[in-house]
């Protein structure tokens, strides 16, 4: 019996020890990093690349993790659907006490289940959004060397579950997070590291994590089927069109205008072929493929192809054509879609993020009591316009029965007319 106590005491020892040397092997101290505008700056470069301002602008989101906690996130509410096992409880983020619990669907008064809900919800939402955090109150922000490199250390001071935590972001040169390195209460060992390169591009435009891999046992966490979305925004969006007569548009076949009467455009809308014509040229244009375009001249046919004159109609194209159908591309390929109020009303932002001549431009929808687009406001990088304002005047129902603007004005009192348009089945 002596001899068994004496193994089990020694395999314990041993196992002691083992432990030590892996602690010691694999903890990291907490680096030294420098506060001030140099680590601010790098935060923001950071919420940059992740888009933020579509992060602030999400209305939901859903996820779980390590498929155990199953999240619907009304973001703007301030109210998360939490359930796990049998116990769902939706709750009130601002005033937990406001919140509700079920168990097997049954409304329940039980507080020990809305402190673990919140307590689930901090640890579970952090491994969903936490680059978006990092200038939440009470977070202190360094600049730390990490292998040659600027690297972004976050320190939660206050709020979560557990303050006094801290995260090394690991960055591309973009400002994009790739990883993540933890000094935590709930993880014995500093320096534990995490992915944070499984991303997805949600409907809102933001980028989530559906997984993590940690360096401690190559252990991986699944968020599960992220997403995040805008409904509001997409109901608004659809008032928009059912306003303009959206559905008569998709049945248009042909569109004739002209451009502040510079440039004139009979656009074959079904074939998705232009005819665009200034000064003594004309480009009979196919934007799906440019090599089968071709260029009149004083309506001769050239023999040559000249690709910048393609180019060029096709740049005019796109801008010309914006001026006159943009309401009518709300649901595009690219597009994300959010609500701004603008003077106490609801105005509808939208953001192209691919296609066209500039992507990345932003144009907030201001609306008429009908839903109609009466003007917007315009953010374009690539022209320094930040809300540059333009008014979108004088809808007409053309002949195959959508609506179309026959002008816009602007700061100043310029006008921009789009000639004499014409839509017909």
């Known amino acids: 019996m002596k001899k068994k106590f004496k193994i089990v005491g020694l395999l314990f020892l041993f196992l002691i020890l083992a432990g030590a040397v892996f602690f010691v092997s694999k903890n990291e101290?907490?680096?030294?990093g420098k506060k001030g505008k140099a680590a601010d700056a790098l935060a923001t470069k950071m919420l940059q690349a992740i888009n933020y301002d579509a992060?602030?602008?999400?209305?939901?989101?859903?996820?779980?993790?390590?498929?155990?906690?199953?999240?619907?996130?009304?973001?703007?509410?301030?109210?998360?659907?939490?359930?796990?096992?049998?116990?769902?409880?939706?709750?009130?983020?601002?005033s937990p006490a406001k919140s509700k619990v079920f168990i097997d669907n049954q409304e329940i008064d039980n507080p020990g289940l809305i402190a673990k809900a919140t307590a689930y919800f901090n640890n579970d939402s952090f491994w969903l959004v936490a680059p978006y955090k990092v200038f939440d109150p009470g977070t202190e922000r360094r600049i730390v060397q990490h292998q040659g490199k600027d690297a972004l250390l976050i320190t939660y001071s206050s709020g979560g579950?557990?303050?006094?935590?801290?995260?090394?972001?690991?960055?591309?040169?973009?400002?994009?997070?790739?990883?993540?390195?933890?000094?935590?209460?709930?993880?014995?060992?500093?320096?534990?590291a995490a992915s944070w390169s499984a991303l997805r591009t949600t409907e809102s435009g933001i980028l989530l994590p559906t997984s993590h891999t940690l360096s401690l046992f190559g252990m991986k966490l699944s968020m599960g089927n992220v997403k995040s979305y805008n409904p509001k925004a997409n109901a608004l969006a659809h008032k928009i069109l059912k306003a303009i007569k959206h559905e008569n548009y998709k049945k248009t076949n042909h569109i004739e205008w002209s451009f502040g009467g510079r440039h004139a455009y009979k656009w074959d809308k079904e074939r998705h072929i232009v005819r665009v014509s200034w000064d003594s040229i004309q480009v009979v244009l196919h934007p799906n493929n440019l090599d089968k375009s071709s260029i009149y001249y004083h309506n001769k046919l050239v023999s040559t192809k000249n690709k910048p004159l393609i180019t060029k109609a096709n740049n005019l194209f796109n801008n010309d054509s914006f001026w006159l159908v943009a309401p009518h591309k709300l649901f595009e390929k690219g597009i994300i879609r959010s609500i701004q109020k603008e003077a106490g009303k609801d105005a509808l932002l939208v953001k192209y993020?691919?296609?066209?001549?500039?992507?990345?431009?932003?144009?907030?929808?201001?609306?008429?009591?009908?839903?109609?687009?009466?003007?917007?406001?315009?953010?374009?990088?690539?022209?320094?316009?930040?809300g540059t304002p333009a008014t979108w005047d004088h809808w007409i129902t053309t002949e195959s029965g959508t609506l179309l603007p026959t002008s816009h004005s602007f700061d100043g009192g310029r006008k921009l007319s789009m000639g004499k348009v014409k839509a017909t089945i």
Do not use: C
């Not at 101290?29 to 030294?32: H, K, M, Q, S, Y």
């Open 161 to 192: 579950t557990t303050p006094g935590d801290s995260y090394l972001w690991i960055l591309e040169e973009s400002g994009q997070p790739i990883s993540f390195k933890m000094w935590t209460q709930i993880i014995p060992i500093g320096g534990v």
């Open 29 to 32: 101290a907490l680096p030294i």
């Open 55 to 94: 992060y602030i602008n999400t209305e939901v989101l859903e996820w779980s993790f390590r498929n155990k906690h199953h999240y619907k996130w009304f973001k703007k509410q301030h109210r998360v659907r939490v359930s796990w096992d049998k116990n769902v409880v939706d709750l009130n983020t601002i």
């Open 353 to 386: 993020t691919v296609g066209g001549t500039t992507p990345g431009d932003a144009y907030l929808w201001l609306l008429d009591d009908h839903f109609i687009p009466k003007s917007y406001k315009m953010f374009v990088p690539s022209m320094k316009m930040e």
